[in-house]
């Protein structure tokens, strides 16, 4: 039972200002109070991270007991909103991953942690030749696998490659569901991209690009490819992993001059998040962790082990304002997935909460008005 609360500070409003004031809140925000007194900490809607495979040693593919452990992880940064993201593998592998995803909805969601609106299906419906860091287990998007995963009620995004066969009915068979549709893992062009995009848009869908410029290739002139036609598409979102890793700073200067509202971080953890150097595992394959750099055995890339509150500093230390980094990080991704609930301070939604001091270090987090242990 959440009684009333509230919290004095600096408040970030909607349009991107701070004002001091007092906020009050059950579960929802109840009132946003300017003044009398000024300074405290800051006060900021609390992070949306839709692209998430584990963290604190646990991973979607675990079943619900991983699915608990990433998401009181992810919490402890910031995180009040997160979509456990499955690996491509076997489809059994899969399927069991989703049940357990809707197995923590069903039971309650997870206290002391994220709240879990659902889940991120990443693969196997993506092109065996852009895997990345995933197992060669890609499957066709048949009509019944897709079925099967509806049937399931637990997808809010998927990740496909809609140039394999099947790709762009099951893309628009998704988006009639509600789920966002990812682009990505995908070997695609500009052109193939776009009436995907196009024809998704018409159904009433939403799209983002998937861990946008990390394996869908580049930008040309003549081959604007994948990246361009995402940022090119006036209602595209675009995930990006701000981890000093997967993408030079540019380029992701370079998306939010293109799409500035359209921009979300994402961490892309994998379950070494919050647990330091040393061996984990990623879709059953070895990954070691060196120096915050999460690799396999091959040297490539394996998720990372970033944290929301990370990638926050991390846009604020490449020139972005703080209310600007911070719509990256809660209301763009809640309105890429038509979370309206959420994602920013206002009276009647969501209060999800994450308090920051001037280092941005996280000091309070509230999920739905729940103030989580320290
Ligand atoms: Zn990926």
Same mark, same amino acid.
């Given at each position: 039972?959440?009684?009333?609360?509230?919290?004095?500070?600096?408040?970030?409003?909607?349009?991107?200002?701070?004002?001091?004031?007092?906020?009050?809140?059950?579960?929802?925000?109840?009132?946003?109070?300017?003044?009398?007194?000024?300074?405290?900490?800051?006060?900021?809607?609390?992070?949306?991270?839709?692209?998430?495979?584990?963290?604190?040693?646990?991973?979607?593919?675990?079943?619900?007991?991983?699915?608990?452990?990433?998401?009181?992880?992810?919490?402890?940064?910031?995180?009040?909103?997160?979509?456990?993201?499955?690996?491509?593998?076997?489809?059994? %592998?899969?399927?069991?991953?989703?049940?357990?995803?809707?197995?923590?909805?069903?039971?309650?969601?997870?206290?002391?942690?994220?709240?879990?609106?659902?889940?991120?299906l990443?693969?196997?419906f993506?092109?065996?030749?852009?895997?990345?860091?995933?197992?060669?287990?890609?499957?066709?998007?048949?009509?019944?696998?897709?079925?099967?995963?509806?049937?399931?009620?637990?997808?809010?995004a998927v990740t496909l490659?809609p140039?394999?066969?099947?790709g762009q009915?099951a893309a628009l068979a998704f988006a009639q569901a509600g789920v966002r549709v990812g682009i990505g893992?995908?070997?695609?062009?500009?052109?193939?991209?776009?009436?995907c995009l196009?024809a998704v848009h !018409?159904a009433?869908g939403r799209t983002a690009g998937t861990?946008?410029?990390?394996?869908?290739?580049?930008?040309?002139?003549?081959?604007?490819?994948?990246?361009?036609?995402?940022?090119?598409?006036?209602?595209s979102f675009?995930?990006?992993?701000?981890?000093?890793?997967?993408?030079?700073?540019?380029?992701?200067?370079?998306?939010?001059?293109?799409?500035?509202?359209?921009?979300?971080?994402?961490?892309?953890?994998?379950?070494?998040?919050?647990?330091?150097?040393?061996?984990?595992?990623?879709?059953?394959?070895?990954?070691?962790?060196?120096?915050?750099?999460?690799?396999?055995?091959?040297?490539?890339?394996?998720?990372?082990?970033?944290?929301?509150?990370? !990638?926050? %500093?991390?846009?604020?230390?490449?020139?972005?304002?703080?209310?600007?980094?911070?719509?990256?990080?809660?209301?763009?991704?809640?309105?890429s997935?038509?979370?309206?609930?959420?994602?920013?301070?206002?009276?009647?939604?969501?209060?999800?909460?994450?308090?920051?001091?001037?280092?941005?270090?996280?000091?309070?987090?509230?999920?739905?008005?729940?103030?989580?242990?320290?």
């Amino acid at each position: 039972m959440i009684s009333s609360a509230s919290l004095n500070g600096r408040l970030l409003l909607p349009g991107g200002s701070f004002v001091s004031g007092t906020l009050h809140f059950g579960t929802h925000i109840t009132a946003l109070e300017e003044g009398p007194q000024t300074g405290g900490p800051l006060i900021l809607p609390g992070f949306v991270d839709t692209h998430v495979h584990g963290g604190g040693g646990g991973d979607a593919m675990d079943g619900a007991e991983g699915v608990r452990t990433l998401a009181r992880l992810h919490a402890r940064h910031g995180t009040t909103t997160l979509l456990p993201t499955t690996m491509t593998n076997p489809w059994d %592998k899969v399927l069991a991953a989703l049940r357990g995803v809707r197995e923590v909805m069903d039971t309650g969601g997870v206290p002391g942690g994220a709240d879990v609106p659902g889940a991120h299906l990443e693969g196997p419906f993506i092109s065996p030749q852009r895997l990345g860091a995933q197992p060669p287990c890609t499957l066709a998007p048949t009509p019944e696998r897709v079925a099967e995963v509806l049937a399931l009620d637990v997808v809010r995004a998927v990740t496909l490659a809609p140039e394999v066969e099947g790709g762009q009915a099951a893309a628009l068979a998704f988006a009639q569901a509600g789920v966002r549709v990812g682009i990505g893992h995908t070997v695609a062009d500009a052109d193939t991209v776009q009436a995907c995009l196009q024809a998704v848009h !018409a159904a009433g869908g939403r799209t983002a690009g998937t861990h946008l410029f990390n394996a869908m290739g580049g930008i040309q002139g003549r081959e604007p490819g994948v990246p361009g036609a995402l940022l090119a598409d006036p209602h595209s979102f675009a995930e990006i992993i701000l981890d000093g890793f997967h993408l030079h700073p540019l380029s992701f200067l370079l998306a939010r001059a293109a799409a500035p509202e359209r921009v979300l971080l994402i961490t892309d953890a994998m379950r070494a998040a919050g647990q330091g150097d040393g061996e984990s595992e990623l879709g059953g394959q070895p990954v070691t962790v060196t120096g915050g750099r999460a690799s396999l055995a091959g040297g490539s890339l394996a998720g990372s082990v970033l944290t929301m509150d990370v !990638a926050l %500093k991390n846009a604020v230390s490449v020139g972005v304002p703080l209310p600007e980094a911070s719509r990256m990080l809660s209301r763009t991704p809640a309105r890429s997935l038509g979370l309206e609930d959420r994602g920013e301070l206002r009276v009647g939604t969501r209060a999800d909460l994450v308090v920051l001091n001037d280092d941005l270090e996280v000091q309070e987090v509230y999920v739905g008005g729940e103030r989580l242990a320290r």
